[in-house]
């Protein structure tokens, strides 16, 4: 029950990919594909996120 709507949304929306005309990029996918494009993706930098919060971690288990 009430799969309806949300299937015939999905079959409008297949139906649309498939046949619209889309102008292709390809050298942007070709980018995408092969990652030139390093400026724009996440750095390599570790997380330090948790290490203000390390020291008392430690020293609760240290205390046994």
Known sequence: ???GRA???QTKV???LKYRAQETDFS???RE???EDHASGPTDAPND???AYA???DSGRSGR
Do not use: I, T, V
């Open 1 to 3: 029950m009430g799969r």
């Open 7 to 9: 299937k015939a949304k």
């Open 14 to 16: 297949a139906r649309d």
């Open 28 to 30: 942007q996918l070709q």
């Open 33 to 35: 594909l092969h990652g």
């Open 49 to 51: 996120d948790d290490a």
């Open 55 to 57: 020291d008392r971690s």
